[in-house]
């Protein structure tokens, strides 16, 4: 009689997993939050925060910091750029480069979005205790980190 092996274990038991599914059922929320709030998709408002709160970032910087692919953060910009809320500023250093900026207005704007992100995260997360909180936030610090030492960004 043989040993049988077990079988392995569901889908929904894996962390990735969980984490995409919270991240997807995050993202729905989000867009339909910023889309009644202040009239900008999942893209442009995660765009918009990233360039307001990240200096001097080129558009693969931006895809990086904004979860974005470079094709939908180029698009996301060239929109907010259309829309006044954002200008493209040659780079001292490289005038082929650009970086992206927050006009007057998208600062404007930039601050409801991050009153917006504050109210997703409270609302996500208040189903935990302070010390939960700050426990997983140690604990995804630490997960962010060992997984940007494998995948940088370019810097240019």
């Not at 889908?11 to 009644?36: G, I, P, Q, V």
């Not at 704007?109 to 409270?122: F, Y």
Request: glycine share 4%; charged share 20%; with cysteine.
């Amino acid at each position: 009689m043989s040993e049988r092996s077990p079988s392995p274990p569901a889908l929904e038991r894996f962390f990735t997993y969980r984490l995409n599914t919270l991240a997807k059922l995050n993202d729905m929320a989000t867009h339909s939050l910023y889309l009644a709030e202040v009239g900008l998709g999942l893209s442009e408002a995660r765009t918009l925060s990233s360039i307001g709160s990240f200096s001097q970032l080129t558009v693969n910087q931006l895809a990086f910091e904004a979860n974005l692919d470079k094709a939908q953060a180029s698009r996301a910009a060239q929109s907010l750029v259309d829309k006044g809320l954002v200008q493209k500023v040659a780079s001292p250093l490289d005038g082929r480069s650009v970086f992206l900026a927050l006009t007057p207005k998208g600062k404007s704007l930039w601050r409801r979005v991050m009153v917006l992100v504050e109210q997703r995260n409270q609302a996500l997360t208040s189903c935990l205790s302070e010390a939960e909180y700050q426990q997983l936030l140690g604990m995804f610090e630490r997960m962010l980190a060992q997984a940007k030492t494998a995948q940088r960004p370019e810097k240019a």
